[in-house]
């Protein structure tokens, strides 16, 4: 008698079946990492976004603390609002105090600083040197002011001066920066801010 040939084997049924089912785990791998990689790239972003907003909210805080009487004998802060604040500090070498600006305009945080020059020293804002700290800040869509001003009372519960603000009453100013690289993206907005005290207004 000859031998029977095995029938063992996949039909094409089973062969497409098991085709069918690695492409799908194949599939859902691709997916699971694509998926890593994008929460990784958000995080890192988030991470860069916290850096730089911790970065330009110190450069504003340490600033504003310096704030002192102008070089003419101005008061040590000149205009305060909720996205405007203009004082003169000593932020260079010399002897002079410069005025500084910090504003929002748009989405965009600016520094301006004008020094005194001519004799007598005036300040002409027309020669101020303005640089960009930060893109992105969201504070206007919120509706947060980047600042907030609070007297001699505060004791860390009060509420805010309101506007207009009574300049010769600020004792401390809070600084807050919201920030968002991609609207469309997810986390939300990122905050930073910080409480400073004018240390040449201080009364006690």
């Known amino acids: 008698m000859l031998p029977r040939l095995s029938q063992s084997g996949f039909t094409l049924v089973e062969l497409l079946v098991a085709i069918g089912i690695t492409v799908l785990i194949g599939i859902m791998a691709s997916q699971m990492i694509i998926s890593s990689f994008r929460d990784n790239a958000i995080i890192w972003e988030q991470l860069k976004t916290q850096s730089e907003g911790r970065t330009v909210l110190n450069r504003v805080v340490n600033t504003v603390r310096r704030a002192e009487q102008s070089s003419v004998g101005g008061y040590n802060i000149a205009a ?3 996205n405007d604040v203009t004082f003169y ?5 010399d002897n002079f105090r ?5 504003y929002l305009s748009g989405t965009t ?3 301006s600083t004008v020094k005194p020059s001519g004799s007598p020293l005036t300040y ?3 020669t101020a040197t303005v640089v960009a700290l930060a893109e992105n800040i969201m504070n206007s869509s919120y509706g947060t002011p980047v600042f907030e001003y609070y007297d001699e009372s505060y004791s860390g519960v009060e509420s805010p001066m309101v506007e207009p603000i009574d300049i010769p009453s600020i004792r401390m100013i809070r600084v807050q920066i919201e920030l ?5 993206e997810i986390p939300v ?4 801010e910080s409480m400073v ?8």
């Open 80 to 82: 305060a609002s909720a």
């Open 197 to 204: 005290q004018v240390r040449n207004l201080k009364t006690n």
């Open 180 to 184: 968002e690289k991609d609207p469309t």
């Open 124 to 126: 002409v804002t027309s």
């Open 109 to 111: 945080l600016y520094q």
């Open 98 to 102: 410069e005025q500084v600006r910090f």
């Open 89 to 93: 500090a000593n932020i260079d070498e």
């Open 189 to 192: 907005p990122l905050r930073v």
